[in-house]
Nanobody, 111 residues
Framework: QVQLVESGGGLVQAGGSLRLSCVASGNIFSITAMGWYRQAPGKQRELVARIYSSGTTMYADSVKGRFTISRDNAKNTVYLQMNSLKPEDTARYYC?????WGRGTQVTVSS
């Protein structure tokens, strides 16, 4: 099993920045890719960004150019740097690896 713990969410004004962190523990040797999903009230869950063990990254069109996903293998941590935040980025953000999900961290962007 893999345990994922997110942190770094909060309240920020539009145009601001936040950095989310996700620390993985457990059977981390099998991890090939990790991602960040988000879900806003009344909306479907969506994939925000993903990073593979090769370093390859992918992003949702809505966040391209504003968000950056990265990983620190020595710390078993994945980050999501979010810049130029918009009110529509307001959601609960989840760290995901295969079938394992963290509990999420809330991001609220005020206009």
């Amino acid at each position: 099993q893999v345990q994922l713990v997110e942190s770094g969410g909060g309240l920020v004004q539009a145009g601001g920045s936040l950095r989310l962190s996700c620390v993985a523990s457990g059977n981390i040797f099998s991890i090939t890719a990790m991602g960040w999903y988000r879900q806003a009230p009344g909306k479907q869950r969506e994939l925000v960004a993903r990073i593979y063990s090769s370093g390859t990254t992918m992003y949702a069109d809505s966040v391209k150019g504003r968000f950056t996903i990265s990983r620190d293998n020595a710390k078993n941590t994945v980050y999501l740097q979010m810049n130029s935040l918009k009110p529509e980025d307001t959601a609960r953000y989840y760290c995901v690896e295969a079938v394992y999900w963290g509990r999420g961290t809330q991001v609220t962007v005020s206009s």
